[in-house]
């Protein structure tokens, strides 16, 4: 089966980093996505990491490792907009769907 | 920017009742999905469409949800009859073609079963 694990909340300060971690266990692995959705709106896209190493974009920076099957958001110089949730997404070999994690509930404070 | 279309944003109904939701996905994108978020949670895949065709529908509850894509581009999901566990957001997404594409999201459905 497909198991995807990522914490529940977590809270960071405006200006500071935040690095939010996942660990996936999947049949197969075909790639690893990150989404940003805030309160009652729908998932928006911010990274895919097929390989492994770091994506940078921005503020927002992606790392996979498939070896230990562990990836990391990183994001940097927070704004108050940051406070969403962070959904970790693995494609794996179960025909092909993509598969969520519960979300990192992010809270920047001033 | 093109954009993924979805009807109604909200619904309230009551157990037993039918309710219907639609998705009109990015124009030429071939791969369409439906997932059901519950409050707190990551959403969950319930069926994917290459085209017309339906590629997996092996999370959806079938006694009671249906889904089609007639015509290839937009598509319903039925809920027939509604139970209170249904209360969730029901999101549309799609995607240009390979499954290691890109997913773009709906706004979503609101669904509250009373």
């Known amino acids: 089966g497909q198991n995807i694990d990522q914490p529940t909340e977590m809270t960071a300060t405006e200006g500071a980093i935040v690095q939010i971690n996942c660990t996936y266990q999947t049949s197969g692995f075909n790639g690893l996505f990150w989404y940003q959705q805030h309160a009652g709106e729908a998932p928006t896209f911010l990274s895919y990491?097929?390989?492994?190493g770091l994506e940078e974009k921005g503020r927002f920076s992606s790392f996979l490792s498939r070896s230990k099957g562990y990836s990391y958001l990183l994001l940097k110089e927070l704004q108050m907009k940051d406070s969403a949730s962070y959904l970790c997404a693995v494609i794996g070999d179960a025909g092909n769907m993509l598969t969520f994690g519960g979300g990192t509930r992010l809270m920047v404070k001033p | 920017e093109a954009e993924v279309a979805q009807s109604p944003r909200y619904k309230i109904t009551e157990k037993s009742q039918a309710v219907a939701f639609w998705c009109d996905p990015i124009s030429g994108h071939a791969t369409l999905y439906w997932y059901r978020q519950i409050l707190g949670q990551g959403p969950e895949l319930l069926v994917q469409f290459q085209d017309e065709s339906v590629v997996d529908d092996s999370q959806l509850p079938k006694d009671r949800f249906s889904a089609e894509r007639l015509k290839g581009v937009d598509s319903t999901l039925k809920i027939q009859p509604a139970e209170l566990g249904d209360s969730a957001m029901y999101l549309c997404?799609?995607?240009?073609?390979?499954?290691?594409?890109?997913?773009?999201f709906g706004p979503g459905t609101r669904l509250t079963v009373l």
């Open positions: 990491n097929v390989l492994d």
């Open positions: 997404a799609s995607s240009p073609g390979t499954f290691t594409d890109t997913q773009y």
